[in-house]
C-alpha cells in the first residue's frame, strides 16, 4: 500500500473490505477477515487507514420510510441558475434538511439537480415556492415527483470481472 | 397620492413576491414583486400558470395578505367559479386587474 501525499492507493485487497462493508456495514473484523482469508487485524488497520483518509466517509442505515410509516413524497429538482450564482445556490441548498442531494451538472445551461423529500405535493410545492424560487440566480425549476422506487443501490467500486486487478486510486478529503 | 393607496402601488421585498408555478414544483422562472409587475407577467406567462395558481386561490391569498386587497381577490375568486382556461382565462383576469389598478391610480385605494 502506498500513500502519495493526501491519496492512498487501494489495492485490490482494501476494495474487497470496502465492498464487504457496503453490503453489511455491522460486519466485524473477524467476520470480514475470515470471509477474505486475512487476519482481523489486518482489516482493522485497513479499515483505520481508509477512514483517516476519508475514503470511508461514515457507516448509515438505510431505511424504508414507507414501513416506518413515516408520510414522505421524493421529487427530483432540476434548477436552472444563472452561472455566476449557481455554486452559491448549490450551497445554499445544501443548509436545508429537506434537500438530501445537490449536485451540478454542465449541458446547454447550468443546472443544479437536487433530491428532495416533503410530507407531501403541498408542502414541497411551498417548500420550493418560499425557499428555492426566491433564491438569487434561480432561473427557472423543473420538478418531477418519484412515483415508484425500482431500485437503490451503491453500485460496486470495481468490476468484479477485473476485481483485484488493479489498483485504484482514490483522492482524500482532508475536511471532513 | 393618499397613503393608503400608496400602500397597495408597493414593491415588496423579493420574499413576498409573487412566483410563478405552472404546476407542482414547476417555477416559470417569473415573479412578481408589485401589482403592476403582476399584471404585466399574468399578460404574457404560460397559460397553464393562470390556471394553476387561480384554481388553487393563490392569487387571491397573495393579494389579501401582501396588499390586503379584498376586493379584488374576491373578484377573482368570483373568476374561479366560471371554470374558464385557457386565453379567455387570461383576458379576464388582466382585465379586473387592469381595471382596478386604473381605479385606483384615478380614484385612490378602493379596497
Known sequence: ?176 | MDTEKIEVLKTVPRDKAFYFFTSIGNYTGRSAASLEEFLQIVGDVNVKSLEFHLYRGDFEKWLNEVFGVQELAEELRKLRMSNLSGEQLRSYIYSILESYLKRLKEHGAQH
Do not use: W
Not at chain 1, 410530507?119 to 415556492?129: K, N, V, W
Open chain 1, 1 to 176: 500500500m502506498k500513500i502519495k501525499s493526501n491519496s492512498l492507493i487501494l489495492d485490490p485487497v482494501d476494495l474487497k473490505i470496502l465492498e464487504a462493508l457496503m453490503e453489511d456495514a455491522r460486519q466485524t473484523y473477524t467476520m470480514i477477515g475470515k470471509r477474505l482469508g486475512i487476519a482481523h487485524s489486518t482489516v482493522y488497520d485497513r479499515i483505520k487507514r481508509m477512514e483517516e483518509h476519508g475514503i470511508i466517509k461514515k457507516y448509515t442505515t438505510l431505511i424504508d420510510r414507507e414501513k416506518a410509516g413515516a408520510k414522505c413524497i421524493t421529487a427530483v429538482m432540476t434548477i436552472y441558475t444563472d452561472p455566476k450564482e449557481s455554486e452559491k445556490i448549490a450551497e445554499k441548498l445544501c443548509e436545508y434538511p429537506q434537500i438530501c442531494e445537490v449536485y451540478t451538472s454542465l449541458s446547454e445551461e447550468l443546472q443544479i439537480i437536487a433530491k428532495i423529500m416533503a410530507e407531501d405535493q403541498e408542502s414541497l410545492h411551498e417548500f420550493i415556492a418560499k425557499f428555492i424560487a426566491p433564491l438569487q440566480g434561480v432561473l427557472r425549476i423543473r420538478t418531477s415527483i418519484i412515483t415508484k422506487k425500482f431500485k437503490e443501490t451503491i453500485p460496486p467500486l470495481v468490476n468484479n470481472n477485473n476485481a483485484g486487478e488493479s489498483a485504484l486510486a482514490v483522492k482524500s478529503d482532508k475536511r471532513r
